[in-house]
């Protein structure tokens, strides 16, 4: 609104704190009802975050939950953890087996004869024609970029190499050049040959058994690994192909000596898992009961008690976990049955030796209970999502929410509005009262004088 600028300073009339006063008086009551709709819509979006991070939450949860295959946890021992390691999947199936590593898998590795010069001594021109497996490549010199150090910088930066790496090495009898391959096994030999030119890179050739100019340091090799007296051959030293769902990793040769690897289920990971179900359903049934709560002795009430929707969401939760799964059989059809039960603040509890005898005596009903089509996990999912989803109520109500709120907004400007033209009105009122006041006041002053002059004579 515009500034109050008169202030009947000759009549004595304060027309700044009348208009100011009045316009207050006016303005008041729907200031009061603007600021009272304003502070619950804001506790209502606030609430309404409050559930939704909450449900988002345990939405996410149940993400990694509702796939029956998540709870096949298997677990790998292995009797001698410094030869190698074991990982198994779902697939991989309980059994006991002997492993005897027999050799490594290896990359090639060539070096050069020493060159005096070092890195800057001068080996030929031509064509070198470099190969690891099948692949190959050509590198092209020319003086005066034919030092060894020119020869290792084209290896490196060649387009098509296939992963040679090239590094100088300097000992006491001079320089040579290490090609070393990125590639484990026998498949990945590297090979070198050389055409044109003044001869010099002769020097680098390694084609055996015709040509091996170059010394070769490590052979390319597979690894050979006994698996219960099954000879198997692999080109990497992680084994995926020897057991069904188990990955071997190689870490030493330990030939003539076997070393135990035992396959089993993982209970106690499907129980961390069930054990993450329990604490992320209670981080959101702990915020639900927050959100409508009523503190007699206080009489203060959570932002949603009552609310419709929020009791709706929590009975229906109630209603999926407490429902046998169809589709499955037995006495474990049910969270309860598994051990799990609701106590009565709303939240879930998980008896470890009740859960833990299921998971010995029907693993893979436990898996169903919770990640099956019709799993506790997977419909608790779709219940979320449905609510979660942009069209769903939770995010209409907020929108809903919002556009209260925006037209509270221009409410308040048409407050103001209205406001500034009131102002106006008061103001030019009282400033022409201000004027009337002052030339009655003028008039009374003379008539006063006129008389006491009459009276004087």
Known sequence: MTAITSSGSVSGLDVNSLVTQLVAADRAPADNRLATADAKLTTQLSAMGQLMGAMSGFQSALASMKDASSYALRQATVGDPTAFTATAGSTAVAGTYDVEIVQLAKAAQLKSTPFTGGATAVVGTGTLVLS?????????????????ADIRDAINTAAGNPGINAALVSGVNGAQLVLTGTATGAANAIKITTSGGDGGLQQLVYDPPITTAMTSVNAAQDAIVNVSGITVNS?????????????????????????????????????????????AYNVLANQIAKLRSYDASTKAAGPMLGDAMLLNIES????????S?????????????????????????ADSTKLQAALTANPAAVSAVFGSTNGIATRLYSFLDSHLSSTGDMTQRNASITASRKALTTQKQALDDRMTI???R????????????????????????????????
Do not use: E, W
Request: cysteine-free; hydrophobic content about 40%.
């Open 316 to 323: 229906q939760m109630r209603r999926l976990m407490s429902t």
């Open 235 to 279: 080109a990497s030293n992680s084994v995926g192909s020897a057991i069904d769902g188990v990955t071997l990793n190689l870490l030493k040769a330990v030939a003539g000596t076997t070393v135990s690897l035992s396959v089993a289920n993982d209970n106690s990971g499907v129980q961390a898992k069930v054990t993450s179900f329990v604490s």
């Open 132 to 148: 690891m497996g099948a692949a190959s490549f050509n590198i092209t010199l020319a003086a005066p970029k034919n030092t060894l």
């Open 426 to 457: 008061y103001q030019k009122q009282f400033t022409a009262l201000d004027a009337l006041m002052t030339q009655m006041q003028s008039t009374a002053s003379y008539l006063a004088k006129q008389l006491a002059t009459t009276t004087s004579s």
């Open 422 to 424: 009131i102002q106006a």
């Open 325 to 349: 799964v169809a589709g499955v059989t037995g006495p474990y059809t049910t969270l309860s049955s598994l051990g799990i039960t609701t106590t009565s603040a709303g939240t879930l509890t």
